[in-house]
């Protein structure tokens, strides 16, 4: 059993072994630099009541338990832990335990949603993307933060997509759209009555689009071209916040950017150098 559990346990405990016991586990964050009379203070015991439980936990005394204690917390640091994607933290976290969770639930969103990627649904979205005269970006809410995130990448290749839904044109940009074109939807539920009726009006037209989504058997998947799945973890409304879901959408379009950024590097090197040495004129216009 690890020193934690055990002190969260209690096993054995008296009274007053148990509220240093409390006092520990919400400061962790601070133990490490306390010493033995810090802690009789703050819980209002004696230096033989801290040696006492220290004893007890199997070490010759405070400062063993001190070090032990330490090591076991950046052990914890890097072991991956199953957070709840809707409710990741509790009002009892310390903030560093708080920090831990949220990193936690960033690495396995990540990881969930690469085992679920497939190469070849990877390969066909960067072709799509690469071969377009225009890429039109729909999302809304969190989601349109992360297609301005992906627009924003590719200023810096000279590729300007558009942002779709902005200031409520929707409409008008999808009927601007021809078969040069292709459609990026960002839809954790995919049931947006609004781009079912835009998703429509493609499909009969036979422009290319694409849908990155945790939900493939909704109508808006089964219009598309090309789905792009991630964890479906998230309940619809009762959530802190679209923690996992917003996680996956920027892994899914930062790897995009990156495969077709990697597809012709040398030029996109030099046209960075090229900028570069702009951004010095640009500089000296003051």
């Given at each position: 059993m690890t020193l934690l559990k055990k002190l969260?346990?209690?096993k054995g405990f008296t009274d007053t072994e148990e509220r240093i016991a409390d006092f520990i586990l919400k400061s962790l964050e601070d133990i490490p630099n306390m010493y033995i009379q810090e802690l009789a203070e703050s819980t209002f015991t004696s230096h033989s009541a801290i040696i006492r439980l220290s004893q007890k936990l199997g070490y010759s005394g405070y400062r063993d338990f001190k070090v032990a204690l330490i090591h076991e917390i950046q052990s914890n640091k890097h072991a991956i832990a199953d957070v709840n994607p809707n409710f990741p933290f509790l009002p009892t976290d310390s903030s560093l335990t708080i920090a831990k969770k949220m990193a936690d639930l960033m690495i396995e969103t990540i990881r969930k949603t690469l085992f679920k990627l497939e190469g070849d649904q990877l390969y066909k979205a960067v072709e799509i993307v690469r071969n377009a005269k225009r890429i039109f970006l729909f999302g809304n809410g969190d989601s349109q933060i992360r297609a301005r995130s992906f627009q924003n990448k590719f200023i810096k290749i000279d590729k300007h997509l558009i942002i779709a839904d902005e200031y409520g044109e929707?409409?008008?940009n999808a009927l601007s759209m021809d078969q040069l074109?292709?459609?990026i939807f960002i839809s954790y539920?995919?049931?947006s009555e609004p781009h079912l009726k835009i998703l429509k009006?493609?499909?009969s037209l036979k422009i290319s689009s694409i849908m990155l989504t945790g939900n493939p058997e909704s109508t808006m998947?089964?219009?598309c071209d090309l789905i792009i799945e991630?964890?479906?973890d998230e309940y619809d409304f009762f959530k802190i916040g679209t923690f996992s879901s917003q996680i996956a959408f920027e892994y899914i379009l930062d790897t995009i950017f990156s495969v077709i950024?990697?597809?012709e590097y040398t030029r996109n090197l030099d046209n960075l150098k090229k900028k570069e040495k702009a951004f010095r004129k640009w500089e000296l216009f003051k």
């Open positions: 969260e346990q209690k929707a409409t008008w074109d292709c459609a539920a995919g049931n009006y493609l499909s998947s089964k219009l991630v964890p479906d950024y990697a597809n």
